[in-house]
């Protein structure tokens, strides 16, 4: 046998060889990258989840008390209202974030020029690089007719004084707006983002079906990221029932013109750090896990946001 034909036989398993310690060294490198993640998410996110579990159905000497707690905090007189206040709060805020934020990435996706729709989306997403407080801190600002800039318009509303713009009957849509303000931005750029996977050869041959311009948003773009958007009410609705800051701030900043228990976070921290109750305060949290993850549940499986990742495997 020549050397040649003893080369051409090692040659594949070399091959072979280097390939599979290539496959195993970007296996190694995956796991290098996911793992800060991970301990962060076990560290902050699992353990305290498991933590409070064992919370809630214990007392403060860790006897096991089954359902004691949520029965405790469902009979307190705060639950309810603390409950309805961020039920309509969620009812707003998911149909004007999710409403503004798709029609506001078409219009910058098939109406607005691609250097005028990029500044749009820079000044859109300026305001979530505000923190919670500072968030709050401006809109104190806007919402106080004595030096408001839009004085104006909370006149022509009738609101007058700080005390009527901080009515109870106003403070879902006062958050709504906080909120929208501070997060908007940044789902409009996913939005649009997403807008943008939209072959251009769908988008011709609407045209020359005949399609306008909201005739093609709303029976071709629209339907092709509705996983997106389903995602994106997911995370709104997450978001939207651990509202404390605002509301929290809000309290603090109008001299108790507002309740400490507007929200059910706010009312699990006065059980907490008032009350010393935290077995109380975790039943509240699960309970408002629970509530998420039924909705999450409920938009997955209509939507089958994941059945074109299933069909690829």
Do not use: C
């Not at 060294?25 to 962060?40: H, P, W």
């Not at 931005?185 to 072959?199: D, E, K, S, T």
């Not at 389903?230 to 509301?247: D, R």
């Amino acid at each position: 046998m020549t050397a040649l034909e003893i080369g051409r036989r090692e040659a594949p398993a070399t091959t072979t060889s280097a390939r599979r310690s290539s496959r195993r060294r970007a296996g190694l490198a995956g796991y290098l990258f996911v793992s800060g993640y991970t301990v962060l998410l076990l560290a902050f996110g699992v353990f305290p989840t498991v933590y409070s579990i064992y919370l809630a159905f214990t007392n403060d000497r860790g006897q096991f008390v089954g359902l004691g707690q949520f029965v405790k905090v469902f009979q307190d007189f705060r639950f309810a209202p603390a409950f309805a206040n961020i039920g309509i709060y969620l009812v707003m805020w998911l149909v004007l974030v999710i409403v503004l934020t798709v029609l506001t990435a078409v219009i910058l996706r098939s109406w607005v020029g691609p250097r005028v729709s990029t500044v749009l989306r820079f000044l859109f997403y300026l305001p979530g690089a505000l923190a919670g407080v500072a968030s709050v801190l401006v809109w104190l600002f806007m919402l106080s007719p004595s030096v408001s800039p839009v004085s104006g318009l909370l006149a022509a509303l009738g609101l007058h004084t700080f005390d009527q713009v901080l009515a109870p009957a106003n403070l879902p849509a006062i958050l709504v707006l906080i909120a929208f303000w501070t997060g908007a931005g940044g789902w409009i750029v996913v939005m649009y983002g997403a807008l943008n996977n939209v072959p251009d050869e769908v988008l011709e041959a609407a045209k020359v079906d005949g399609a306008g311009r909201w005739g093609t948003a709303w029976h071709v773009q629209i339907p092709m990221i509705s996983k997106w958007i389903v995602y994106m009410g997911i995370l709104a609705f997450a978001g939207g029932t651990q509202l404390f800051v605002e509301p929290q701030l809000l309290q603090t900043a109008s001299l108790q013109r507002v309740s400490p228990t507007w929200s059910p976070n706010q009312l699990a921290y006065i059980f907490a750090f008032q009350h010393g109750d935290f077995n109380a305060a975790a039943a509240i949290s699960i309970v408002l896990l629970v509530v998420g993850l039924l909705v999450a549940a409920l938009l997955v499986t209509r939507s089958g946001l994941f059945k074109v990742d299933e069909e690829e495997e």
